[in-house]
Structure formats: C-alpha cells, structure tokens
C-alpha cells in the first residue's frame, strides 16, 4: 500500500507556476507524492526544500536528487531552517495540511479508534505531551472546548464531564479504554462523531492551529514578491485561517491600514473560492472529499 495518496496534486503543484530554476518548500512532504512532482519540473539550478517532522517519511524520501534538500522539523519553524541551510527567500510554497493515509492507518500511532493502540496521537514522536495526558490533565472546561471548538462535537459538555468522571475511576490510556467511554455518548452516525472526538484530540495534542498560524506568518517572510503560498486545508478552522490570511495579511482577519488610511493588502488572492477535488478524484480517494485548495501571490 503507497503511503500517502496526495490530493489535489496537479492542481496544487500547476498553481505554483514552477520555473525551473526558482526555489521551492512542500511544507508537508508526508508521501512525497508533492515533492517528487515539484522536483521534475525544476532545471539545474532549481531547489526544493522539503518539512516533515514525521520519522516514518524518512524510508520514503527522494534520494540521490541534488536539487533537493529534506529538512526534518515542524514546518512552524520554517524561516529559521531555511536560513540554516542558505536559502533565503523562495518563489513558491506548499502546504498540504491533511493527515497522510500512513498515520491513520498505522495501529500503533493511536491516531484513529479503529485499531487496538496507545492514545498517542503525536505526529512527532518526540514530542512531550501525548493524547493520554490530555485526556488524564485536562480540566472538563477545557476538555468541552478542544472538542467542540476542534470537533464540532455536539455534546461536548457531556463528554468532557464524562472524561473527568470516568479519570477518577480508571486511568484511560488506550483507543479501547476511550471507546468504552464513548460508546455510550454517541450521537448521530456513529463513524462521523468518533472521527470528531478523535480529530480534536489530535489537532490538540500536535497544536496543529497554533503551528500553521506561526507557519503562514514565516512564509509571508519567506516569499518573495510575486511568490506563491498555495494550501490545502480539510478543517473549517484551518481554512478560515488562510482564507483571512490571505485577505489581510493575518490569521484574524483584522484589516490593517497604514498611516494614510491605505488597507494593507499583501496578497493578491487567485482563488476566490477554494477549489475542491474533482468527481473523478473523490472516486479514486475519498478523503479527498473535504479538501479545500487556495492561493495566492504575494505583492509586497
């Protein structure tokens, strides 16, 4: 089985305009499918860079290519490892945001309640705080909001309460521990509402809405003037952030003007609405399904 399938591939990689001796970063490499697509169309003197923070990637990436340069790191950190490896600013960025098929497929990852496994959920295994600890630390206020802000849960209230209940009693560590608990919370399909609690969970644990904040404020940095930022985003939350993003300049969407009134508009949006997958993609990969594609160019 191929490790990741990409979405919208083509059409993520054309609306980069690739010249073929530009610089470039795939901020998300997961499968490499981006990556391997970018590097094909960039001549000698090309470059592409790029993030993972995901050792299982490492198996997977392209090798003996020296107009490629893999950078093992959140992509949140993106200006200070560019400049660490002498790139400065680059003519186009890309951000697949999706979780890759091998992580939700992977027992052992903890990321989905199909499989037998450790409520891990980390995306880097290094890091500190893992979804136990959320589910064992977290106070029920907290808890009500990371599912409901994250999830959409409907009944977050009840489940965060039922969370601290249930810690009191027996420590909840694995996906069988947890599904014991919510088995009996479900409401509406029962597939829709797992995949919820699971999804908040683990935006939560990799602080997934903080790092592309601070990721898409670098490449405002980054780019040059005339650069691409093209992303591909599954959560409403997320694309609401680049959509503002791209609109003003900020995540918040907060108009900025400058001394003589003038709005501040650093983007020149090329997609008025996001662009979805095709009908012929959704048959071949049905996560593709909630995919959102926007970009933009960078004026100044």
Known sequence: MDYHQPVLLTESVEALQIVADGVYVDATYGGGGHSRLIVQQLGANGHLYSFDQDEDVLPNLITENERFTFIHHNFRFLKRFLRLHGAGQVDGILADLGVSSHQLDDAQRGFSYRFEADLDMRMNREGERTATDI????????LQSLFSRYGEVRNAKTLAQAIVAERERRAIRSTTDFMLLLDPLVRGN?????AQVFQALRIEVNDEMGAL???LAEAREVLRPGGRLVVIAYHSLEDRLVKNFFKTGNTAGEVIKDFYGNIERPFRILTKKAQLASPEELRRNPRARSAKLRYAEKIN
Not at 135 to 142: G, H, I, K, Q
Not at 190 to 194: A, I, K, P, Q
Request: aromatic share 18%.
């Open 213 to 215: 904040e601070s990721f």
């Open 135 to 142: 589910l064992r630390t977290y106070s029920a206020e907290a």
């Open 190 to 194: 029962r597939n829709r509402y797992l």
